[in-house]
């Protein structure tokens, strides 16, 4: 059995409570940081659509009875999602039960 002393038992609680408090700013930051843009998986995966969804909306643009896709940008051969652009999709496409 380990016996602490006053100041050891403080000491300990401090450096407990330090590295809390940098994982809990770590964490922050990284949400804060999050890219803007999502690459075609992921942005797939944000809205919950399937990758060739995606693929098939920007080959073939908007088609009568289909769901237009979200905006994207080309980046030299890579296509991006924006996480704006994407929440816009989303807000725009909710069904309000009362009005169906």
Request: net charge positive; with cysteine.
């Amino acid at each position: 059995m380990l016996i602490l002393t006053g100041a050891a038992f403080f000491n300990i609680l401090i450096t407990k409570i330090f590295i809390n408090q940098l994982k809990k700013e770590d964490f922050e930051m990284n949400q804060e940081n999050q890219s803007k843009a999502l690459n075609e998986k992921s942005a797939a995966q944000y809205i919950g659509m399937s990758v060739s969804y995606l693929q098939k909306d920007r080959m073939n643009g908007e088609l009568p009875g289909r769901t237009p896709g979200p905006c994207y940008a080309k980046l030299g051969k890579r296509e991006v999602y924006l996480r704006d652009d994407l929440d816009a999709w989303l807000q725009a496409h909710l069904v309000n039960r009362l009005m169906q």
